[in-house]
């Protein structure tokens, strides 16, 4: 099967910064899309940004503070997240729709999360 490993989260204070990584492993014939989702606490899970055949794209409340990279090559995600504020609190997930062999569609796969706290 497909796994999604997230790494990167942690503490930091407000107007600092975090990187996170995320790599996707096991049996992937293709993969679409990948992105960067998040849930802060008592919210429900939100949009970050994801990258796919069109570019990337992000969510207003993130723009010109965070950036998404992807090397297609090692299926890795990568979010830098600069300037951050106490509301960036929230776990963190990698999303990737991936074909695996054998099927002729695509599946959304999520790794486990990783939680970034921006408090002083």
């Known amino acids: 099967q497909v796994q999604l490993v997230e790494s990167g989260g942690g503490l930091v204070q407000p107007g600092g910064s975090l990187g996170l990584d995320c790599t996707a492993s096991?049996?992937?014939?293709?993969?679409?899309?990948m992105g960067w989702y998040r849930q802060p606490p008592g919210k429900q899970r939100e949009l970050v940004g994801i990258?796919?055949?069109?570019?990337?794209t992000y969510a207003d409340s993130v723009k010109g503070r965070f950036t998404i990279s992807r090397d297609a090559a090692k299926n890795t995600l990568y979010l830098q997240m600069n300037g951050l504020k106490p509301e960036d609190t929230a776990v963190y997930y990698c999303?990737?729709?991936?074909?695996?062999?054998?099927?002729?569609?695509?599946?959304?796969?999520w790794g486990q999360g990783t939680q970034v706290t921006v408090s002083s």
């Open positions: 990258s796919g055949a069109g570019g990337t």
């Open positions: 999303n990737a729709v991936v074909r695996v062999p054998g099927q002729t569609y695509y599946n959304n796969y």
């Open positions: 096991g049996s992937i014939f293709s993969i679409n899309a």
